[in-house]
């Protein structure tokens, strides 16, 4: 799987891919779940292929025991056509080696299902440095803001048009990592490692105060 630059031990990334063509590369909620699956079986040295597994689902998947990471994975949000993931590297060639892992089952998966062949994903996948306390702490809202375009397409121009509303839906997008950022309790939470990046926020509402800030800022400029 290619990449635009090179990753070091300890070095924090945003990833991103898109469906080719700005395709839907998620169809149905067992897609979703089968690449979240993927985000936390493919962090490993070795290769599980999940359909040998006796359970398949997100949940069996989740259930499985492993060692031995290659990433640290501290926010992800998959989106209808694209996904994100913000990542560290914590072993020599680790974040490529995820990468093509979770890309090529993911394609193998839906490609099989809807009896399609070919690429799924554009030719690459997109990497940015995240150098900076700054950079990090913006990737949080950015990753975990995506969603409200699903609910309000048209708020980064006109202005969120129910905050309430935007709010309720982030807080049951079961496809990103925030609701494991506002502490709730569930399975998906074992796919993200939030120490790997400083305490930007002493709790839940230091953090939606922030989001609301990039809310308020995105529509004014």
Request: overall charge neutral; hydrophobic content about 35%.
């Amino acid at each position: 799987m290619a990449r635009n630059i090179d990753f070091s031990i300890g070095e924090n990334y945003h990833l991103y891919g898109r469906g080719t063509d700005k395709r839907k590369i998620f169809l149905k909620k067992d897609d979703y779940e089968r690449f979240i699956s993927l985000l936390y079986i493919c962090n490993n040295k070795d290769t599980v292929h999940i359909s040998n597994l006796r359970d398949s689902t997100l949940e069996g998947v989740l259930n499985l025991k492993k060692e031995d990471d290659i990433v640290k994975i501290s926010a992800y949000c998959l989106m209808p056509n694209h996904f994100h993931v913000l990542v560290q590297e914590i072993r020599e060639g680790g974040v490529s080696k995820f990468m093509q892992k979770m890309m090529t089952g993911y394609t193998m998966f839906f490609n099989k299902k809807y009896e399609r062949t070919g690429s799924l994903f554009e030719s690459s996948f997109k990497s940015i440095h995240a150098n900076d306390d700054n950079h990090l702490k913006y990737l949080l809202a950015y990753i975990h803001l995506n969603p409200v375009k699903m609910v309000d397409p048209h708020w980064k121009e006109n202005g969120i048009s129910n905050k309430d509303k935007v709010d309720d839906f982030l807080k049951q997008y079961k496809y990103s990592s925030f609701i494991d950022y506002l502490g709730l309790e569930r399975k998906e939470g074992l796919i993200i490692d939030k120490n790997v990046l400083p305490e930007y926020f002493d709790d839940t509402l230091e953090l939606r105060k922030y989001l609301d800030f990039w809310l308020s800022y995105c529509t004014k400029v």
